[in-house]
């Protein structure tokens, strides 16, 4: 795939991960940018300007995307990929601490963590 041309945000260190994850991810899936652009509900166009910087994609965007090229949303954005992970473990952690007690009570014993 041809490079898009640079935009106002083509420099930014996290939005230049987007932005080659974002290609990279396309050319993984054999996809075109036009393939994408109709598959999340947008122009060549938006998506061309995602590619070059010129344009940020909203959230709602990011994650048909992701769903589209089979990528986690996180790291699509340039999050490393175990950062998912982590947080389900640290969840996981959390309600096995949670006491036998009443709802109320395991409810309460959330709010205060």
Known sequence: MNPAPEGPYSQ??????????????????????????????????????????ARIPNAVSIVRIARVLDVPSDWLLGEPPTCCAE?????????????????????EKWRTT
């Open 87 to 107: 947080r389900v473990v640290s969840l996981a952690r959390k309600m096995a601490d949670v006491g036998d007690g009443p709802p109320y009570e395991q409810d």
């Open 12 to 53: 930014e260190p996290q939005l230049l991960k987007f932005r080659i994850r974002l290609s990279r991810s396309l050319d993984r899936a054999e996809m075109t940018p036009g393939d994408l652009a109709r598959e999340v509900g947008k122009s060549r166009q938006v998506v061309w300007q995602w590619l070059s910087g």
